[in-house]
């Protein structure tokens, strides 16, 4: 998959803070560092359960093609338009009576040509994620993704610290996991 994010989601108010205080920290000298762990608790997260948290803006590159190609991202919450690429990676975008699009009741969604536009390649762009706001998420997620942050926080100068989640954010994500059958 080759999946770009357009638009990250935003960390820099109430997750920023939750973790701030989970620290104990007061001043915002840390703030950078701190937001890209929060960042990266994310993917984790992501990487863990399989679904998006936060929602944001992406990007998948799929073949252009007639069949039906499911996005691997979840849960797709809207699929904003497709362009097609050329070999010298020029876009253009396609009218919408050019490609058929499927959003799956389980987050799942996936696109099709309809007529052959002339390229190998396309770009969906398309807004993922299981809560549109950090409040929206549920709370065994947020608390999951502030102690893996934390974690890290607290773990930075160890270089032989392990880079699985610690047990108990396993826990708190474990039943958000989904696994799909490739």
Sequence with gaps: MKRAIVVPAMVAGAPLDELKQWLAI??????????????????????????????????EMLPASAL????????????????????????????????AMDLDTDGGARVRLLQHIGTGRMAVRFTAGMAATWSGLPESLRQGILRLAAHHYSM????????APPAAVAALWRPWRRLRLI
């Excluded at 915002?28 to 803006?57: I, K, N, R």
């Excluded at 039906?68 to 699929?79: M, N, S």
């Design 156 to 163: 930075r100068s160890n270089e032989a610290a392990e880079s």
């Design 68 to 99: 039906w190609q499911g996005l691997k991202t979840r849960p797709v919450q809207a699929i904003a338009g497709i362009e097609g690429v050329l070999p010298d990676a020029v876009r253009f975008p396609l009218a919408s009576h050019l490609y």
């Design 26 to 59: 007061t001043t915002s000298g840390d703030d950078a560092l701190l937001s890209g762990l929060v960042h990266g608790a994310l993917d984790m997260c992501e990487a863990f359960t399989g679904q998006m948290p936060l929602e944001a803006l992406c990007e």
